[in-house]
């Protein structure tokens, strides 16, 4: 497949913010957007309309590179930046090599990163949706400065629910994220109960690390979620008598792809007029650098 042109990069573009919006990133950190632009100049024919292939991933690794490449892809819509921490220079490290193969291909690299987060029907309300099948009043932990809508932001919080027992709980977060392990810290009053008989009715979520953005929570939550958190934070929590559950850092991402972002992508992409047709991938060689044994 050759490379895309500048016309056609910025249609895709167009088109993926219209889903995240790059201003609900927290641009204070974040590497977000076009981060390798591969596309040659525009050609003469402005009115041929793109016919193309994405591949989702949540890192960029050597494997899913090599898998882009394989699969003829035009461009790698990568939810963690690519480029993290901005690079000074390029010489021989996996990523730099990485980056060097997908310019010589012709493909480029888009990442959402915390535009995903933040927006509505983001990764956050997917976490929280495995809790709650119809969570009461979802609102947001930090509110994104780029809407006065409460859905969007960092982090989710969600009280006054329907009681859920654990027992149901673990299972369906489990099952939503596609794991078979989840690592879990409870208070010292629950620790003799069995699960199915400790109920839960508020829950915070935060994908990836969510340490920073639970800082900012006001409400108590019986329950909170994410991919990580450091020793004495869980200590804090499980201390205040709050369930903590972990899942690993990639693990709370990875799931969203396939059964939110990529109908959502392919949905956008099939109403924009320049675009005839864009098949979107899910990677198969993306997975958590840890694994449980």
Not at 45 to 73: F, G, Q, R
Not at 111 to 137: C, Q, R, W
Request: charge should be negative; proline fraction near 3%; glycine fraction near 4%.
């Amino acid at each position: 497949m050759s490379a895309l042109t500048k016309k056609n990069v910025t249609t895709l573009i167009t088109a993926i913010e219209k889903v995240y919006p790059k201003a609900y990133a927290d641009s204070s950190w974040d590497n977000t957007g076009l981060l390798i632009n591969s596309s040659l100049g525009t050609t003469n024919n402005l009115s041929t309309k793109i016919t193309t292939k994405c591949l989702l991933t949540i890192d960029l690794t050597s494997d899913v590179c090599d898998e882009a490449i394989e699969n003829n892809v035009d461009l790698v819509i990568s939810y963690h930046p690519f480029i993290f921490p901005k690079w000074n220079s390029i010489n021989s490290t996996t990523q730099h090599k990485s980056a060097i193969k997908l310019i010589q291909d012709g493909i480029s690299v888009y990442s959402p990163h915390t535009a995903v987060d933040a927006v509505k029907n983001g990764m956050n309300d997917y976490l929280m949706s495995l809790i709650f099948e119809t969570p009461n009043s979802i609102q947001s932990i930090i509110k994104s400065g780029a809407s006065e809508d409460i859905i969007e932001g960092m982090g989710r919080f969600s009280t006054n629910n329907s009681s859920q027992n654990m027992e149901e709980v673990v299972g369906n977060i489990k099952k939503g994220l596609n794991i078979k392990f989840l690592q879990i810290a409870l208070p010292d009053e629950l620790r003799s109960k069995d699960l199915k008989d400790i109920k839960v009715s508020s829950v915070a979520v935060c994908a990836g690390s969510g340490g920073s953005v639970f800082a900012k929570l006001k409400e108590n939550c019986d329950l909170i979620l994410t991919g990580e958190m450091d020793h004495h934070t869980v200590l804090k929590y499980k201390e205040m008598g709050t369930i903590v559950i972990v899942v690993n850092h990639s693990n709370s991402e990875r799931a969203y792809l396939k059964h939110v972002m990529k109908p959502l992508l392919e949905d956008v992409f099939s109403k924009t007029d320049d675009i005839e047709k864009c098949e979107v991938l899910v990677s198969e060689n993306d997975h958590d650098p840890l694994q449980t044994i």
